[in-house]
Nanobody
């Protein structure tokens, strides 16, 4: 069973930055694309971004494009979400997920089989 653990969330002022990390237990981490999603209370889970199996390509939701950056370090079995210019609208629980379907850059949560427990990001105005 693949285990994913997010970390790095917290409280930040609008305009500030946070970097989220997602550590995977799978030794074959580099063979899978990864995605980031977020969910605010009472709202649907939404796609944030994704990264290809070897990190050469990234994909972003329009709402975060130009502000967020996804990267990965296969040697550490870790994917990162660097969040800059944070806005109150970014407040949500952020989840990383592993794509086992081969659908690179998919925005659909159903393409991602394994999920972390989530980490809370709160942006104050």
């Amino acid at each position: 069973q693949v285990q994913l653990v997010e970390s790095g969330g917290g409280l930040v002022q609008a305009g500030g930055s946070l970097r989220l990390s997602c550590a995977a237990s799978a030794g074959t981490f580099s063979a899978y694309g990864m995605g980031w999603f977020r969910q605010a209370p009472g709202k649907d889970r939404e796609f944030v971004g994704a990264i290809s199996r070897r990190g050469g390509r990234t994909y972003y939701a329009d709402s975060v494009k130009g502000r967020f950056t996804i990267s990965r370090d296969s040697a550490k079995n870790t994917v990162y979400l660097q969040m800059n210019s944070l806005e109150p609208e970014d407040t949500a629980v952020y989840y990383c997920a592993l794509n086992t379907r081969g659908s690179e850059g998919s925005r659909w949560s159903g393409e991602y089989r394994y999920w972390g427990q989530g980490t809370q990001v709160t942006v104050s105005s």
